[in-house]
């Protein structure tokens, strides 16, 4: 019996092996986990929102309606990222860090405008507001990928590793700290310190920034007090139950009554106004309390999917730019989902990170899928991926030519 057992579970990686040994597996995996959890997304957003979108707008598929716009504007940003060839990528980083200091700058003037006490939106149109910090974790990753491959020569320095990387993307990061946006800061001082890690920056130098930052962000939180309550409701949430720990309290309670199944898709009662920013950056509770701890390790593994697939492009590429992009990119979306993760499990303090492709919100969406084009675009530099994906689009077209000619 357990011999059997022994052959079928080596079949089964042999299997797996197999399939990921195909040229297009990598660009496949990014393809299918991200249509998954875009779909997923889309579907949670729609019940998370429904409520709040009656009372708020009399509508319940208002908020559902323009989470939609923004994923076919993403999925048009997605499509471009991949076609566009990655030496044209290389020469708008620099265009693009300095398009999205501008917007950032854009944000401290009248133009400005604050929600939820952070001063980080630009009003637009038919109330779409543009969010710039989004956009720079982007930018960032393009502006260091673009930076380390033309140092490549000269990483074994660490000075070289380091300037202007820090000084620069620092000052970015600090910008968005100005703007009291916790979250997207921590995000991207993250991207800084994983891509000097991935660009051979030796452990000494690499502890001493990651103690700078912890202090720089402890100086952060001490300086408003609703920073320092939140901080200190993560320590213990039911010391204040009815104000700072409130939202994480409704969280664990959303994730106690749904279970192992889960109350049903729609079936959420915190959705009904007890948990707050339930279809934002609370997302994952619903999708615990509706899909269960099974919907919710669903969205994790898909994640970690992710995560895996980004890393073995990087490490696979045979372009040193598509390889310090993939682990840019990669280390950006794995960093915000452990954190929003993190934050809804009360395993971290609140502060107001979405996440990827999950919750709600258009810069958020249009950013991350742009980025996941990018990494499906660095997927082809994998040996052999080019010219089997180059083979499927002819066959592809030669198939639809004679349906044509039909």
Known sequence: MSTTASRRSSSTLDTVRTLLERPLASYQLVLGTTGLLLGLGLIMVLSASSVFA???????????????????????????????????????????????????????????????????????????????????????????????????????????????????????????????????AVILFAIIAGMLWVAGLPLKPMLGFGAGLVVLLLFFVATAQHRVDRF??????????????????????????????????GSSRQKWGALPEAHTDFILAVIGEELGLAGSLVILVLFCLLAYTGFRIAHRSRDRFAGYLAAGITIWLTTQAIINIGMVLGMLPVIGVPLPLISYGGSSMIATLAALGLLANCATTEPGAARALSTSRRAKARKKQRTVGR
């Open 54 to 184: 009656l009372r708020v707008y009399g509508n319940s598929f208002e908020i559902f309606g323009r989470q939609a716009i923004f994923a076919v504007v993403g999925l048009v940003a997605m499509v471009i990222a991949m076609r566009i060839p990655l030496e044209r990528v290389r020469q708008l980083a620099r265009p693009a860090l300095l398009a999205v200091v501008l917007l950032i700058g854009l944000t401290f003037t009248p133009l400005g405008m604050d929600i939820n006490g952070n001063r980080n939106w630009i009003p637009l149109f038919a109330g779409f507001n543009l969010q710039p910090s989004e956009f720079a974790k982007l930018a960032i990753v393009l502006w260091i990928a673009d930076l380390y491959t033309r140092r490549h020569r000269h990483l074994g320095t660490p000075r070289y590793v380091i300037t202007p990387v820090v000084p620069i993307a620092g000052a970015v990061a600090a910008l968005v700290v100005f703007q009291k946006d916790l979250g997207t």
């Open 232 to 265: 200190m409701s993560f320590l213990n949430p039911m010391a204040d139950p009815e104000q700072s720990g409130y939202q994480a309290i409704k969280a664990m309670m959303g994730f106690a009554r749904g279970g192992f199944w889960g109350l049903g898709l």
